[in-house]
């Protein structure tokens, strides 16, 4: 494995307003004596026709129309029930994180749904995998995907493993990792694509020995704390766009109040290109982006980290002068 550190391209952080397009209802509720919301959206991928938000806190995968605001639909992903209880909850979630649209591979014709936990814990290593249809639509029941070995190898070089995102870039997947008080630094940890469709389409899990590279990304500082990833897109131009919050918490176990949320332009070693602050502020752990006339158009997703409170679908978009310097919101 390299480690791989870079100089940074610092430019100066414009500000964006994005427009709230919806909350996530849900028909039923998550869990018995719950509310009928999705409350800790962590992963957004948007298909043809569907929006899939996974949530950190749930042992499901909510589903919701691509268009329109009609109430969203629960995929079960493992058995079981969570507690209700705040930390015997947190003790006992899968902690799901990062939600990634497979390309088509062996067996999965019309692609596939991974969905990615974030090895915070060595409980915190269970993850999934679904058949989409050509339309996007979750055809077969999920398959159990075992991260265990594969993070083993990757916590021997990334100090307080947490990954958060997880993007396709190229002939590479790409892990986010998300940085921490005492290690600020996030991370992308590439690995081959090709091996990792290998070992999901025969239904195993990923392999502690697949090749691996890490990239540093120093993203600054809101408020004295670090922003760190929290979730990632690929660009058709070959750049990622991240979303990035600073949390004051004492490590990635821990919540902690959200002083700042940002999404950053990258180009594809890491280097920061574009950074952007939300105002107001929105705890964002899910993004979804595309380019189209010129534009990077954003679906954002929230984590209120309280049950109480639903997460929301937010809307933002940038565009960027002759000059490259000045970003606006759509």
């Known amino acids: ?14 500000m964006i307003r994005p427009r709230i397009l919806r909350a996530l209802e849900l028909a039923t509720t998550p869990g018995a004596g719950g ?15 569907f ?12 589903c919701f ?43 999965y014709p019309d692609g596939a749904l991974l969905v990615v936990p974030s090895g915070s814990t060595p409980q915190r290593c269970r993850g999934a995998l679904l058949r989409l249809d050509a339309d996007g639509a979750i055809i077969s029941v999920p398959e159990c995907i075992d991260f265990t070995g594969l993070y083993a190898a990757l ?25 921490t008080r005492a290690h600020p630094l996030s991370a992308l940890i590439e690995l081959p694509l090709a091996d990792v469709l290998v070992g999901l389409g025969a239904r195993a899990a990923l392999a502690s020995q697949l090749p691996h590279s890490v990239r540093w990304v120093d993203l600054g500082a809101m408020e004295g704390v670090a922003l760190s990833i929290t979730d990632g897109a690929s660009l058709a131009d070959g750049r990622l766009v991240v979303s990035a919050v600073a949390e004051h918490a004492a490590d990635s176990y821990a919540d902690g109040p959200c002083l700042g949320a940002a999404v950053a332009v990258l180009d594809r070693d890491g280097r920061v290109c574009e950074l952007h602050h939300l105002q107001p502020t929105f705890k964002i752990e899910g993004v979804h982006a595309w380019l189209e006339d010129g534009r990077i158009h954003m679906l954002l997703v929230t984590d ?20 490259a310097g000045v970003r606006v919101n759509l």
């Open 1 to 14: 494995m390299s480690l791989t550190p870079f100089p940074l391209q610092r430019k100066l952080a414009t």
């Open 35 to 49: 509310p009928r919301h999705l409350a800790a959206g962590s992963g957004l991928v948007a298909t043809k026709s």
């Open 51 to 62: 929006l899939y938000v996974v949530a950190d806190d749930e042992l499901q995968l909510g």
């Open 65 to 107: 129309p691509r268009s329109g605001d009609a109430v969203g639909t629960l995929v079960r992903l493992f058995p079981g029930e969570l507690p209700l209880e705040h930390a015997e909850r947190k003790r006992a979630k899968p902690d799901l994180e990062a939600l990634l649209h497979l390309p088509a591979f062996t067996n």
């Open 155 to 179: 916590a021997e070089q990334v100090p307080a493993l947490n990954i958060e995102g997880a993007v396709i870039s190229d002939d590479a997947l790409l892990l986010l990792h998300r940085g």
């Open 304 to 323: 209120a980290d309280d049950a109480s409170a639903p997460s929301y679908l937010l809307e933002a978009g940038v565009y960027a002068t002759a000059e």
